[in-house]
């Protein structure tokens, strides 16, 4: 069952890449008493992620915080050196966008965004989607419908709703 606005957020431990090396992060945790945006991908330096997705939020980044949100979070299936050398170089990382590794898919699964698609070589990822969570609630949640596109689940998009 894929989650929807209302839905509280399964637990789930995501990773990051600190100084001390890889650390777990409990969603629970992130989204305890905080307004978070969070966003996913289906992989990191994939194109329209690349290219599309992440800008997106670093761009509208400044916007989020004037309007109370207290982070914003990427989560991707992928490690988490993966995912501190992408946020490197995106320039996520300078911005302030936290960027989580769902290595396992166990969160991705969770919240029913999985998807496979073998002759790219994707196998078990995220869907592309946005969503806005209060003390771990969903209140706004934008699935893109299309791949390989990243227009409903854009950081403007969501900017739009709050």
Not at 118 to 134: C, D, F, I, N, Q
Not at 137 to 149: A, K, M
Request: aromatic fraction near 6%; include cysteine.
């Amino acid at each position: 069952m894929t989650i929807s606005v209302g839905d509280k957020l399964p637990e789930a431990t995501l990773v990051m890449l600190g100084e001390a090396g890889p650390q777990q992060v409990k969603v629970s945790e992130k989204t305890a008493g905080r307004k978070v945006a969070l966003f996913a991908v289906p992989g990191a330096f994939t194109p329209t992620c690349h290219s599309a997705h992440v800008p997106s939020f670093i761009r509208t980044k400044d916007q989020f915080a004037e309007k109370g949100v207290d982070e914003i979070i990427c989560v991707s299936v992928n490690d988490p050196f993966v995912m501190k050398a992408w946020g490197e170089a995106t320039g996520a990382n300078a911005a302030g966008i936290t960027m989580l590794a769902d290595a396992d898919s166990s969160f991705t699964n969770a919240i029913g965004m999985a998807f496979d698609a073998p002759p790219a070589g994707l196998l078990a990822r995220s869907k592309r989607y946005a969503m806005l969570v209060e003390d771990g609630v969903v209140t706004q949640f934008l699935p893109e419908e299309g791949r390989g596109v990243c227009e409903v689940s854009a950081g403007e998009s969501l900017l739009a709703k709050l």
